[in-house]
């Protein structure tokens, strides 16, 4: 089996590009199904923290149902479910473009889970050894770095608000759309204001003061991370070569 750092984070991201750029070309679940075995076979030689992620992710789950309820009942057309009269609420259709969005997300969720093998230094080298303006490289790390951060703070608050006497568990669906709309509001406001706190960090240690930057960390692609590389990107033309022309 192969090692997460036997290969270079520059391979990883391709895999990922791959693997994502697929998941919004494609609009049919069951070749939406075969990207995510894939994908999910992936992360696992790649010994990703899956299980890890899902389990931190339950939490939400309530969200992410709604998200698709919501998908479901904004498309027209197909044979109507659940309707009240004439006004049609939920069709087969409308269960079939929500069941695609659900895949699509978790798709993207395991290409997270196949770049958090390698370090955010890594990947930011790989993106300037690609010739990737410093600048774009660095507003992707500092990304990168933020979601977890953001995460935490989730987690933080979800807590506080266990503490306090309001349980999780017995909630209806309404009143936790509820409870999340309130937290999220605190939540973006605390990551806009870390944000801020970084730019005047950056400002006051010269960012951007010299044109050409150095580095210690030297990056270098081996005989399997090209063979690796071509054939994610075969197999992503070949997948999609036989969506257009099934």
Same mark, same amino acid.
Request: hydrophobic residues 55%; proline residues 2%.
């Given at each position: /089996?192969?090692? +997460?750092?036997? =290969?270079d984070p520059r391979t990883k991201l391709i895999i990922v590009m791959s693997i994502s750029s697929l998941s919004v070309? $494609? @609009?049919? %679940?069951?070749y939406l199904i *075969? $990207? &995510?075995?894939? *994908? =999910?076979?992936?992360?696992? /030689? /790649?010994?990703s923290e899956i299980f890890m992620i899902l389990k931190k992710l339950r939490r939400i789950l309530s969200l992410f149902m709604a998200m698709v309820l919501?998908? !479901?009942l904004f498309i027209k057309g197909g044979n109507p479910? $659940? *309707?009240?009269?004439?006004?049609?609420? &939920?069709? +087969?259709?409308?269960? &079939?473009?929500a069941l695609e969005f659900l895949i699509r997300i978790s798709i993207i969720l395991l290409s997270a889970s196949i770049l958090m093998t390698s370090s955010? @230094?890594? #990947? #930011?080298?790989?993106?300037i050894e690609w010739r990737i303006p410093y600048e774009i490289a660095f507003m992707v790390s500092v990304?990168? @770095?933020?979601? %977890?951060? #953001?995460r935490e703070e989730i987690e933080d608050t979800l807590t506080a608000v266990q503490l306090r006497g309001i349980d999780m568990e017995k909630l209806t669906l309404k009143e936790k759309i509820h409870l999340y709309s309130n937290i999220f509001t605190p939540v973006v406001t605390? *990551?806009? &204001?870390? !944000?801020?706190?970084?730019? $005047?960090? /950056?400002?006051? @240690?010269?960012?951007r003061a010299y044109n050409h930057r150095t580095s210690y960390l030297k990056l270098r692609m081996k005989a399997r991370d090209y063979l690796i590389s071509s054939f994610s990107i075969l197999v992503s033309i070949l997948i999609a070569c036989l969506y257009i022309l099934r």
């Open positions: /089996m192969m090692k +997460d750092r036997a =290969l070309f $494609i @609009r049919e %679940p069951k *075969a $990207i &995510l075995v894939i *994908a =999910l076979f992936v992360s696992k /030689m /790649m010994k919501i998908q !479901s479910i $659940i *309707a009240l009269g004439e006004i049609t609420l &939920l069709t +087969d259709v409308g269960i &079939l473009r955010s @230094r890594e #990947l #930011l080298q790989g993106l990304g990168i @770095r933020f979601l %977890p951060l #953001l605390g *990551a806009i &204001l870390k !944000s801020q706190s970084l730019s $005047i960090a /950056m400002e006051s @240690r010269g960012f």
